[in-house]
């Protein structure tokens, strides 16, 4: 049985699972090029169709997320997101209006579902279909939060868990608590819109003059550049306070973005980002063990665009009563594709454990990579049958590698399939990234990826392993030196702790630690800053000849650039 899941909102995307296997997700930036991709996920769907051999008339089922107010009138009159995806993205001229617009959006959103949504929902999401050829299949609508929990607790491999989901609006929800016992999946507690975390940090985004929906984890970068205070000086404290298992926000979501602007207006933006940072640090983990107390379950695993915050998740993980977690990797709603698919496999079949990796997207075989090389005169290419050991030594001579193997990664994050990669101890390479590479805010740390076996000794209170670079680490600091590149001021680092699940990428870095003493690498997804990251050797090509880099790895083959002049630091 195929069941299809796609998402035509935020981050639109579309996932296939098959019985009880997950066998394709992507997400439409990939295709398109316009990062975060509002669109129909059409190039999704036909890349997901394509991998698995199958036509439009195998389909039974499609499955899709969130039927509130302001998603179907998106879906009636499209051209409505694509003008908030340029309002959004900042792609004009500013509006006069610009707080009105912010106030529709706020009023709109938090209207829920109203009557006749789902159906009509489901219309709209039939009509694009049928453009590409599907024909007989049943529609099923799934809620908002119930596809990011299942995200998470379908995939997390835990038999008994509360399963909580925070983001910013989903059919008229903010958040929600579940509970997963013995298969069964059941919502228990539920966060309203007006009480939304994730709307307030949406908001300090925008304040402070960012992109909202995309630019929160600078503002999380940002606060550490602040001097730091006590939570009980901090002029934002009595905007949220956790009752129980409730969050409440002090003002009700325009009044909040008003208030908000009238504070940031006389302080420096690190200051007003690390108070923003700090509440929310303050009551997510309040929540989180208040929802632990409540029900007396201590695995937790978690979804939704909130769950994006790593130093939030470092709060949690080293909360006393928590036991195992885990977070959903595609945690945001470019994840929800794969949610209702999975809600409705669920609902349909009873399927509620799966086994999940992240490289769930398009792969490429030698010869198409091979085609692609031969078109560009100015690439010299050679078949490398040791990769791994010789992406090691030009790491280790301070200089960075394009790094293109395997099937896509799923999610926000490069995890040695799309990446570009560094020496970890190297200054020089950081900075060579970021001002001729990446070109990024300066003060965006870069992340690690990291053997298993030497993240014990290069990280400080593990307590449970990350592969998805989801959490927030410190760092040992007698080890200091092996990361300067991936450490950012406040000695945190995002890891990504590979073990067996990825097995080339494994081996780089154990050559990596038999040059360097730790098997570490400066690990960042292969773009440029403000583009998707690569699906395509088309694209792997077109980056490294934009940037000017001169090494790639790319499947079986190494390439060089002549035009590139190697390091530039």
């Not at 868990?161 to 016992?181: K, P």
């Not at 009980?232 to 956790?242: E, G, Q, R, Y």
Request: some cysteine; glycine content about 8%; charged content about 25%.
């Amino acid at each position: 049985m195929y069941i299809l899941g796609l998402w035509d909102g935020h981050d639109s995307g579309a996932a296939l699972i098959r019985d009880n296997e997950i066998i394709f997700a992507s997400n439409e930036e990939r295709y398109t090029k316009r990062k975060l991709e509002v669109s129909f996920p059409y190039n999704s769907i036909n890349a997901a169709l394509k991998y698995e051999g199958i036509r439009p008339r195998d389909i039974e089922i499609v499955a899709f997320p969130t039927t509130d107010f302001a998603k179907t009138v998106s879906r009636i009159f499209p051209f409505q997101k694509e003008s908030y995806y340029k309002f959004r993205r900042r792609k004009m001229l500013k509006p006069f209006g610009e707080n009105i617009m912010h106030y529709t959006k706020y009023a709109i959103t938090s209207i829920g579902t109203a009557p006749l949504c789902r159906e009509i929902s489901g219309h709209q999401i039939k009509r694009a279909l049928n453009h590409i050829g599907f024909d007989d299949f049943r529609v099923e609508a799934i809620d908002h939060h119930m596809a990011h929990a299942a995200t998470a607790a379908f995939t997390s491999g835990m038999k008994r868990c509360l399963v909580i989901t925070l983001d910013g609006i989903g059919d008229g929800l903010s958040g929600s608590i579940s509970t997963l016992n013995r298969g069964v999946l059941e919502r228990v507690h539920s966060i309203g819109s007006r009480d939304s975390i994730g709307i307030f940090f949406e908001q300090v985004t925008n304040i402070i003059g960012m992109r909202e929906l995309e630019d929160e984890g600078k503002v999380m970068a940002m606060a550490d550049y602040s001097f730091p205070f006590e939570f009980n000086k901090n002029k934002l404290k009595d905007m949220f306070t956790v009752d129980g298992i409730n969050i409440k926000a002090r003002y009700e979501p325009i009044s909040q973005y008003n208030m908000l602007s009238r504070i940031a207006w006389g302080m420096p933006r690190e200051q007003f980002a690390y108070m923003s940072q700090q509440l929310l640090e303050h009551i997510v983990a309040e929540f989180v063990s208040n929802a632990i107390d409540e029900y007396g379950i201590h695995d937790v695993c978690f979804a939704g665009g909130v769950m994006s915050n790593i130093k939030a998740n470092m709060k949690i993980r080293m909360l006393d009563n928590l036991n195992k977690w885990y977070i959903f990797p595609h945690m945001g709603d470019g994840g929800i594709a794969l949610g209702a698919a999975l809600y409705s496999n669920y609902q349909d079949n009873g399927v509620s454990a799966y086994e999940f990796g992240a490289y769930l997207g398009t792969e490429y075989s030698d010869d198409s990579i091979e085609n692609m090389l031969k078109k560009n005169k100015d690439l010299d290419f050679e078949e490398d049958r040791t990769k791994t050991r010789h992406a090691a030594e030009i790491l280790e001579d301070n200089d960075y590698i394009m790094w293109f193997q395997g099937r896509m990664e799923y999610g926000p994050r490069a995890l040695g399939n799309r990446s570009i990669l560094g020496n970890a101890s190297s200054d020089s390479v950081k900075e060579m990234l970021n001002l001729y590479v990446k070109q990024r805010e300066w003060y965006q740390p870069f992340c690690p990826s990291m053997l298993e076996d030497d993240s014990y000794k290069l990280l400080k209170g593990i307590k449970g392993i990350d592969r998805f670079m989801t959490m927030g680490y410190k760092i040992n600091e007698s080890k200091r030196d092996v990361m300067k590149s991936v450490v950012h001021v406040d000695m945190t680092a995002r890891p990504q702790i590979v073990g067996n699940d990825n097995d080339i990428y494994r081996k780089l870095l154990m050559e990596v630690r038999k040059k360097m003493g730790y098997g570490v690498v400066l690990n960042t997804s292969f773009n440029i800053h403000g583009a998707p990251i690569v699906e395509s050797p088309e694209d792997a090509i077109y980056t490294m000849k934009k940037t000017n880099s001169k090494y790639m790895f790319i499947g079986s083959y190494f390439v060089e650039n002549r035009n590139a002049g190697g390091k530039r630091a």
